[in-house]
């Protein structure tokens, strides 16, 4: 990664979930810490269904996971100053058989993916969704971030078709994951669990 110096201090002490020497205690991770959204593009890391739907005038994307949702509109531009939020500002449009994602006006907190990759709020995220073929969606990303890295960095994902078209309902909430400490970790939580 073209990291700053900035993003390589952030880096520092930044501890997931799982893996090597993590663990619930010691994860620094905010989505697992104080179940905070997972922020984007994070959540398309998150295994479990989403959907995409377009209407005349917009796209909307659907993620099971903490049933989150964002609203692309078409051949629009950006807001002159978006606030910044888990999500982003997103707007989009087609350029051939490929949807083009623009997305700005991101909090800082979220974590790119679940090792901790930082972002500043000059994240700047450019997805090209496309079909490569009947059972394949492929989004090849480009990011930009003066703060956090040197120069404009890619990155792609794949995703198969699910011809199962329910979702269910996956939420995290704080009190989930203090019952979980509790039941499976043998933790005394250090607030009251809400039942």
Same mark, same amino acid.
């Given at each position: 990664?073209?990291?700053? &110096?900035?993003?390589?201090?952030?880096?520092?002490?930044?501890?997931?979930?799982?893996?090597?020497?993590?663990?619930?205690?010691?994860?620094?991770?905010?989505?697992?810490?104080?179940?905070?959204?997972?922020?984007? =593009?994070?959540?398309?890391?998150?295994?479990?269904?989403?959907?995409?739907?377009?209407?005349?005038?917009?796209?909307?994307?659907?993620?099971?996971?903490?049933?989150?949702?964002?609203?692309?509109?078409?051949?629009?531009?950006? &807001?002159?100053?978006?606030?910044?939020?888990?999500?982003?500002?997103?707007?989009?449009?087609?350029?051939?058989?490929?949807?083009?994602?623009?997305?700005?006006?991101?909090?800082?907190?979220?974590?790119?993916?679940?090792?901790?990759?930082?972002?500043?709020?000059?994240?700047?995220?450019? $997805?090209?969704?496309?079909?490569?073929? &009947?059972?394949?969606?492929?989004?090849?990303?480009?990011?930009?971030?003066?703060?956090?890295?040197?120069? =404009?960095?890619? &990155?792609?994902?794949?995703?198969?078709?699910?011809?199962?078209?329910?979702?269910?309902?996956?939420?995290?909430?704080?009190?989930?994951?203090?019952?979980?400490? $509790?039941?499976?970790?043998?933790?005394? =939580? =250090?607030?009251?669990?809400?039942?």
């Amino acid at each position: 990664m073209p990291y700053t &110096a900035w993003a390589r201090e952030r880096m520092k002490g930044q501890v997931g979930g799982s893996g090597g020497e993590s663990d619930f205690e010691n994860a620094t991770d905010p989505a697992l810490k104080y179940a905070d959204p997972l922020g984007f =593009p994070r959540q398309y890391q998150h295994p479990t269904k989403f959907k995409i739907v377009q209407t005349d005038d917009h796209v909307y994307q659907f993620w099971e996971w903490n049933k989150v949702w964002r609203q692309i509109p078409l051949n629009k531009p950006h &807001a002159d100053d978006p606030d910044n939020t888990w999500y982003g500002e997103s707007v989009g449009k087609w350029e051939g058989d490929a949807l083009v994602v623009d997305s700005v006006g991101f909090k800082d907190s979220t974590w790119l993916d679940g090792v901790g990759h930082p972002h500043s709020e000059q994240l700047h995220v450019v $997805e090209r969704i496309r079909r490569v073929d &009947a059972e394949t969606l492929r989004i090849d990303f480009t990011f930009e971030d003066p703060v956090a890295y040197t120069r =404009p960095w890619t &990155a792609q994902h794949a995703f198969r078709a699910v011809h199962d078209d329910t979702m269910g309902e996956t939420i995290t909430t704080m009190s989930d994951e203090l019952r979980y400490r $509790e039941r499976f970790l043998n933790q005394k =939580p =250090p607030i009251p669990i809400r039942r």
